[in-house]
């Protein structure tokens, strides 16, 4: 005989536990900790990069990377001396919570004011998974489009700030700076829209100002 | 593609909730998914199909309803849905809505024999 179980239980259940207890020891160790994400190529690791060039001599930084297969994002963070673990995700297309926590074994919390974690480049599946972060960050380069905040909804509805990068190539794109900052801003009401170039390190300030707010913000 | 994910997610919730109520056999799945979720349901479902063969969920069917995305404004309190993504008070000029349906990914029943 057919019998109906009601179980309402999340889907996502298991890491959404494992992401606060993440989220709790962050708070106990003061750490803050950003969820780098955006596509690939839009400019994760070089915003990274010229970060860890503005900060990494009065902030206590370390940084987890995802990537699917190579270790070439964390070659480029090692060069700055600032701690750095690789997390291979073979083929899967964002991290979770158990990922960071396994990660983190090598990571001495104690030290550090801030832990940036660059999620593996996709505007879809990264946005769904809580991996203990306090706040999310988006880098959208305006070669992707101004059509990508409406297209990837979750993703920038569920940012703090989003950076929309490789401003120096504008006149040779056809991005509407406007209309992307308003569909975001209406998506997302409050949130920071900055236009930068993280190769040339223009309009990094207010970014890096925010950076060093939020790492005040849990000491 | 983060579906297979979620289909072990589904599945492993079915067998524990099965186990604990003694069930020889799922016959039916039935999710929650907001519209928000940015799940692909064709996916989900080829993702389920594939790993729950040989489980007692064999010959599960999976039934997905959908969430609509529902805001709730912060200044007037009013609740609308939100089409566009617009997230602003259709009613108060600088109300802001508040998501308070749309991303749920949820197992909600199972039917078991």
């Known amino acids: 005989m057919a019998v109906t179980i009601d179980v309402k239980a999340d889907i996502l259940g298991k890491n959404d536990a494992v992401a606060e207890e993440l989220r709790n020891l962050f708070k106990e160790k003061h750490v803050f900790v950003l969820d780098l994400m955006g596509s690939p190529g839009c400019g994760k690791t070089t915003l990274l990069e010229k970060t860890m060039q503005a900060l990494k001599d009065d902030i206590n930084m370390a940084v987890i990377e995802g990537d699917l297969f190579t270790s070439k994002d964390a070659d480029r963070i090692d060069r700055y001396g600032v701690p750095v673990v690789q997390i291979n995700t073979a083929g899967g297309c964002h991290l979770d919570a158990p990922m960071i926590k396994k990660a983190i074994e090598n990571i001495d919390l104690d030290k550090l004011d801030?832990?940036?974690?660059e999620n593996v480049g996709n505007l879809v599946c990264p946005a769904e998974f809580d991996i203990g972060e306090q706040k999310r960050a988006?880098?959208?380069?305006?070669?992707?489009?101004?059509d990508k905040p409406m297209k990837y909804p979750l993703m920038f509805k569920l940012a703090s700030i989003v950076l929309l990068n490789k401003t120096d190539i504008l006149k040779f794109c056809n991005f509407n700076l406007d209309g992307a900052t308003e569909d975001i801003k209406t998506l997302n009401p409050g949130v920071e829209v900055l236009p930068v170039s993280c190769s040339l390190g223009d309009g990094l300030k207010p970014w890096l100002d925010w950076l060093r707010e939020m790492v005040r913000s849990v000491k | 593609m983060h579906e297979v994910g979620l289909a072990e997610g589904v599945l492993d919730i079915a067998l524990d909730y099965a186990k604990r109520n003694d069930a020889k056999r799922i016959a039916e799945v039935t999710l929650l998914i907001g519209d928000m979720a940015g799940v692909e349901k064709d996916t989900l479902e080829f993702a389920f199909d594939s790993i729950k063969k040989g489980t007692i969920a064999?010959?599960?069917?999976?039934v997905m309803h959908t969430?609509?995305?529902?805001?709730?404004?912060?200044?007037?309190?009013?609740?609308?849905?939100?089409?566009?993504?617009?997230?602003?008070?259709?009613?108060?000029?600088?109300?802001?809505?508040e998501l308070i349906s749309g991303r749920e990914l949820q197992v909600e029943s199972l039917e078991v024999e």
């Not at chain 1, 988006?138 to 101004?146: A, H, M, N, Q």
């Not at chain 2, 064999?58 to 999976?62: C, G, I, P, R, S």
């Not at chain 2, 969430?67 to 000029?93: L, M, N, T």
């Open chain 1, 114 to 117: 801030l832990l940036v974690i």
């Open chain 1, 138 to 146: 988006v880098v959208l380069s305006i070669t992707e489009g101004d």
């Open chain 2, 58 to 62: 064999n010959d599960a069917k999976l």
């Open chain 2, 67 to 97: 969430a609509p995305i529902v805001g709730r404004c912060q200044k007037c309190g009013k609740e609308f849905h939100i089409d566009h993504y617009d997230f602003f008070c259709p009613e108060c000029s600088d109300g802001v809505l």
